[in-house]
C-alpha cells in the first residue's frame, strides 16, 4: 500500500499502488475487485508484469496516468513516496 489510514479518516478512500495482476492475471483482478467493494479504495498506480508491453496495457486498460505506471515495484515506492496529492474529502 501507498498510504495507510489515520484516526478519523472514515470515510475518505485509501489510494493504493499494486504490485503484479498482469493482464490474463486470474489473482490480480480478483484482488482489485475485492478491495473496491466497500468503495473506499481506489488503484492509482502500478508495476503489474516485467513485460513493458504488458503493463503499459494493464496500466492502460485500468486508466492509470502512464506516469504512474512503473517498470520495477522499488521504482514505484520511491515514487510515489515522493508525492504529495491532496487528499480528496470524503
Not at 19 to 24: D, K, Q
Not at 64 to 89: C, H, K, Q, W
Amino acid at each position: 500500500m501507498i498510504e495507510g489510514r489515520k484516526a478519523g479518516d472514515h470515510g475518505r478512500v485509501m489510494r493504493y499502488g499494486m504490485v503484479g495482476g498482469a493482464p490474463g492475471s486470474f489473482i490480480g483482478r480478483g484482488h482489485r475487485a475485492a478491495i473496491s467493494l466497500e468503495g473506499c479504495a481506489r488503484l492509482v498506480a502500478g508495476c503489474f508484469s516485467q513485460s513493458e508491453e504488458k503493463n503499459r496495457q494493464e496500466g492502460q486498460q485500468l486508466g492509470l496516468d502512464p506516469e504512474r505506471v512503473y517498470a520495477t515495484f522499488s521504482d514505484m515506492a520511491l515514487a510515489e513516496a515522493g508525492r504529495n496529492d491532496p487528499i480528496p474529502d470524503p
